[in-house]
């Protein structure tokens, strides 16, 4: 089966600007994470959701953070503005039910400068 | 609220040499419990996992962790390590029974010298 796909696996932008990053689950996969880590520390979760509904959003460092998954599928995650400290390594991962593990996609290295 | 703590943030062995991998977590509920391993350059795999049953989990590539409920611990362990298995290892815990988020642990890099 296809993995997780995540993309771009790279963005450089400038404070202010707005950035949109892309997660497409492993087909069927009802249940999407997305993690950050950033400048080497753990990886912290972010939001969960559960087919389209947004199941636990806690993890959301504030408001320019904004997750969507219209019809259940792909999600997308847009920050904006950015800023310098939302630099670091954004993660998907997908599973299908609690009784699994997750898959993870290969991540998205954001740098702004 | 779960914490992980992995005690190393940088191993180096030999090749050859045993590993052993600290993890512990702070959770007053039943929990399940993952190592995950990230190659240079690529993405996070789940080395193994332990969600009931025996203590003593194997995965892939050989490695085996030990889930120890008094100790809050799931230590992850190779006989003998190998140059490839320079990585970053990740611990990490969930609630058992929801497919809710995962807790990690900050990383260990292990650096395999040949």
């Known amino acids: 089966e296809a993995g997780v796909t995540q993309f771009p696996s790279h963005s450089v932008i400038e404070k202010g600007q707005t950035v949109t990053l892309r997660c497409d689950p492993i087909s069927g996969h009802d249940n999407l994470y997305w993690y950050r880590r950033v400048m080497g520390k753990e990886i912290k979760f972010l939001l969960h959701f559960v087919k389209e509904s947004k199941q636990d959003e806690s993890g959301m460092p504030n408001n320019r953070f904004l997750a969507e998954r219209t019809g259940g599928t792909y999600s997308t995650l847009k920050v904006q503005p950015a800023e310098l400290e939302d630099s670091g390594v954004y993660f998907c991962?997908?599973?299908?039910?609690?009784?699994?593990?997750?898959?993870f996609g290969s991540g998205t290295r954001l740098t702004v400068v | 609220a779960q914490s992980v703590s992995q005690h190393n943030h940088h191993v180096i062995l030999s090749e050859a040499a045993s590993l052993e991998l600290g993890c512990n977590y702070s959770y007053g509920g039943t929990v399940n419990l993952f190592w995950y391993v990230q190659y240079p350059g690529q993405h996070l795999q789940l080395l193994l996992k332990y969600f009931s049953g025996d203590p003593l989990v194997k995965g892939i590539k050989g490695f085996e962790a030990e889930f120890i409920k008094s100790k809050f611990s799931f230590n992850l362990r190779k006989p003998s390590v190998q140059w490839s298995d320079t990585a970053e290892y990740f611990c990490?815990?969930?609630?058992?029974?929801?497919?809710?988020?995962?807790?990690f642990g900050s990383g260990t890099q292990l650096t395999v010298l040949p």
């Open positions: 990490a815990v969930r609630d058992s029974g929801s497919a809710r988020q995962l807790t």
């Open positions: 991962a997908s599973s299908p039910d609690q009784y699994y593990g997750y898959t």
